[in-house]
T-cell receptor, first 111, second 114 residues
């Protein structure tokens, strides 16, 4: 059974700081890994999708890496801003079954 | 692109009542997913459809839950009878592919069963 764990559960940083969010998964036989953002009272917004053959993906100030062999992914956010405050979730597909989600990291960026 | 549309946004009802949640996926997306989110269990897949056909309903918690997709532009999730432990946020998502394309989520239905 695939299990996805995100550490820390919550994080508070001052504006401008670079930060790393962590995601681990137990079954390394994955097609891809996805990072989502969830704002309060809203649905999830896809941020980055890393295919299993890739090691990282970048979008603006976001960089996600994937190490399948160790069952880990990181989401790096550069020069954090108050608008980055949200919950960040990672997810992996389990075989042909759609996504298994971690419980997320709640990020607060303090101005 | 209107995105995934869910209704209602909020539902408060008494236990024992029937609850129907609705979803309109993005046009052209072949896959539709229903999830439930709670503080304790996080985001869990309930059921998903491919081209209107249910593929995996193993996440549906009990026979009180049922889901239908009568056409490509509409799906319902029904709970009958509802119980307080069904209180959660229910999300609908759609995608053009089962796992290799990002899923697009609606804003959810916040359900409270009293």
């Amino acid at each position: 059974k695939q299990e996805v764990t995100q550490i820390p559960a919550a994080l508070s940083v001052p504006e401008g700081e670079n930060l790393v969010l962590n995601c681990s998964f137990t079954d390394s036989a994955i097609y891809n890994l996805q990072w989502f953002r969830q704002d309060p009272g809203k649905g999830l917004t896809s941020l980055l999708l890393i295919q299993s053959s890739q090691r990282e993906q970048t979008s603006g100030r976001l960089n996600a890496s994937l190490d399948k062999s160790s069952g880990r992914s990181t989401l790096y956010i550069a020069a954090s801003q108050p608008g980055d405050s949200a919950t960040y979730l990672c997810a992996v597909p389990l075989g042909n079954t759609p996504l298994v989600f971690g419980k997320g990291t709640r990020l607060s960026v303090i101005a | 692109d209107a995105g995934v549309i869910q209704s209602p946004r909020h539902e408060v009802t008494e236990m024992g009542q029937e609850v129907t949640l609705r979803c309109k996926p993005i046009s052209g997306h072949d896959y539709l997913f229903w999830y439930r989110q709670t503080m304790m269990r996080g985001l869990e897949l309930l059921i998903y459809f491919n081209n209107n056909v249910p593929i995996d309903d193993s996440g549906m918690p009990e026979d009180r839950f049922s889901a239908k997709m009568p056409n490509a532009s509409f799906s319902t999730l029904k709970i009958q009878p509802s119980e307080p432990r069904d209180s959660a946020v229910y999300f609908c998502a759609s995608s053009p592919d089962d796992s290799n394309q990002p899923q697009h989520f609606g804003d959810g239905t916040r359900l409270s069963i009293l």
